[in-house]
């Protein structure tokens, strides 16, 4: 259920290039979803050109 629901924020970010912060191991990270690969996401923002996380790092989604 997590992972499903973490992948429809995800989706929704990259579809309307909106915002979203995504939290793991202690950090928070802010961007916009560039691509959504099977085990990282790769997102942009305003700090660094390119973020790549891992999907199995991610602990916690946010988004408007």
Known sequence: A???????????SHANKRGVVVHGGGEAIAGVVKAIGPDAIVMANQQYGTVIVRRERIDAVEAN
């Open 2 to 12: 997590f992972e499903r629901e973490v992948a429809k924020v995800l989706k929704a």
